[in-house]
Each structure stands twice: as C-alpha cells, then as structure tokens.
Nanobody, 120 residues
C-alpha cells in the first residue's frame, strides 16, 4: 500500500507561481512512477504530468507544457509540481497518484487532493 498526501494548494493571482508537494509512504518510492492530475468543477479529471521512478523521464499535458515542472526527491519520498505563469483555467483540485514503474496505465494509489485557485 502507498499513502499519498498532497500540500501546497492555495489562492494565487494569475501569472503567479505555486509549488505543490506530495509525500508518499512507500518503502521503495524510487520504484514508483508518480503522476499529477487535476479536476476542475464540472469537468473530468485530467492528466497534468508524470515522472518515472529515478526521475529521468517526464511527460506533460500540452496545456501545461513550458509552465509546469514535475520533479522528485527520492530521499524524501516526495514529488513536486512547480507551477509558473498560472492562469485562471488552472484552477482545480490537484491530485498526485502512484503506480509501479513496471506498470503502464492506471494508477492504483491516489492522494486526497489539494485545491489550487487562480484569480484573474
């Protein structure tokens, strides 16, 4: 079992920056691909970014490419999402998720989410 706890969400003005953190309980954190997802009111949850276990491969949704950066510190069992040049349309609950590096597809482990609100 992997437990995930997100933090860092808050109200921020458009153009501002925010860094989200996700702390994981996994004993072998470096063997998990970590993903960030978000869900805005009335919309389906969507993929934002992911990073593989040793941190040398990342992927981003087109809507955040060039503005968001995913990173991880395996010594601290933590993954981060640095969000720059924030836009009102980035407003959502942000979730981190984990899956084994050997699995492609769905994420079995999810955090409770953290609210990000971007004001115009």
């Amino acid at each position: 079992q992997v437990q995930l706890v997100e933090s860092g969400g808050r109200l921020v003005q458009a153009g501002g920056s925010l860094r989200l953190s996700c702390a994981a309980s996994a004993r072998t954190f470096s063997k998990y691909t970590m993903g960030w997802f978000r869900q805005a009111p009335g919309k389906e949850r969507e993929f934002v970014a992911r990073i593989n276990g040793n941190g040398d491969r990342t992927a981003y949704a087109d809507s955040v490419k060039g503005r968001f950066t995913v990173s991880r510190d395996n010594a601290k069992n933590t993954v981060y999402l640095q969000m720059d040049s924030l836009k009102p349309e980035d407003t959502a609950v942000y979730y981190c998720a984990a899956r084994s590096d050997t699995v492609v597809g769905q994420y079995p482990y999810w955090g409770q989410g953290t609210q990000v609100t971007v004001s115009s």
